[in-house]
């Protein structure tokens, strides 16, 4: 299993991708978790083939998450995909992304291969794959989600301030992912994560590895120094990737 960060920057950030994480079994399977207006473009230019990806799953459907989903379609309309495609979300969202995906080929109404709409359970499995859900305090309800391929485990926020459940469901990760705004404390009832919070779940739950997204541009220099004393935590960047079979972080730049 591995995975790679197509983007892990906020809604405007204007040096890096909107937030994502591709996951990759070791059967090349492959899920994109959300698809921000950015993502596309980053899955380009990493070449690959227009079936490598089974999987979309959303973790809610502000812009910033799910509005490449159009480009995306349309690439695979376009070099003419065949093989299903499988998008998860909650069944609340879903008119969102339907109207999204017909954008993909207006004005006809389908595209030359199928998509299967499935409800984001508690708790339920896709393939050899354990995935779980639960939400975090957002805006819109956002759905964090592990996933757990055989021992191997991975955690990812996708947005919002954790909750008693979400924090649950990251316990025990190998690897896990903290949307994280801002360097100082945020009120309780605040709808984003931050570091004094982020830094709290790395240590009362003994994470091996937490990476930090959705960050401002502004502060990232600040919280990569914040970060510094804490082997395993880190700020995630775009191009990151990581080899849980070899437990080891490595960074591709897939820019000419």
Not at 222 to 242: E, N, T, W
Request: aromatic content about 10%.
């Amino acid at each position: 299993m591995k995975i790679d960060v197509p983007g892990c920057g906020s809604a405007f950030s204007r040096w890096q991708n909107t937030s994502a994480l591709r996951v990759i079994d070791d059967e090349n399977r492959q899920w994109l978790i959300d698809c921000g207006p950015t993502v596309p473009r980053a899955l380009w230019q990493r070449g690959g083939n227009i079936n490598d990806i089974d999987v979309l799953f959303f973790t809610h459907v502000h812009p910033d998450h799910c509005t490449g989903l159009p480009a995306l379609l349309n690439h695979w309309k376009s070099f003419n995909r065949q093989k299903t495609l499988v998008i998860y979300s909650q069944p609340e969202q879903r008119q969102v992304l339907m109207q999204l995906a017909l954008l993909a080929n207006w004005p006809d109404k389908t595209l030359c291969f199928p998509i299967e709409w499935r409800d984001s359970e508690a708790d339920f499995h896709w393939q050899h794959w354990r995935i779980r859900t639960a939400p975090t305090r957002h805006e819109m309800t956002n759905l964090a989600v592990r996933i757990d391929i055989r021992q191997h485990s991975l955690f990812y926020s996708g947005d919002g301030r954790p909750t008693e459940s979400s924090i649950s469901l990251m316990a025990g990760a190998d690897l896990a992912f903290q949307e994280c705004a801002s360097l100082s404390a945020l009120a309780e009832d605040a709808s984003h994560g931050d570091f004094p919070g982020c830094l709290k779940l790395f240590n009362s739950l003994a994470l091996p590895s937490l990476g930090l997204y959705h960050c401002n541009d502004a502060i990232l220099p600040a919280l990569k120094l914040a970060c510094r004393p804490y082997p395993g935590l880190f700020v995630s960047h775009d191009g990151l990737q990581y080899d849980f079979h070899q437990q080891r972080f490595y960074t591709e730049d897939y820019l000419p």
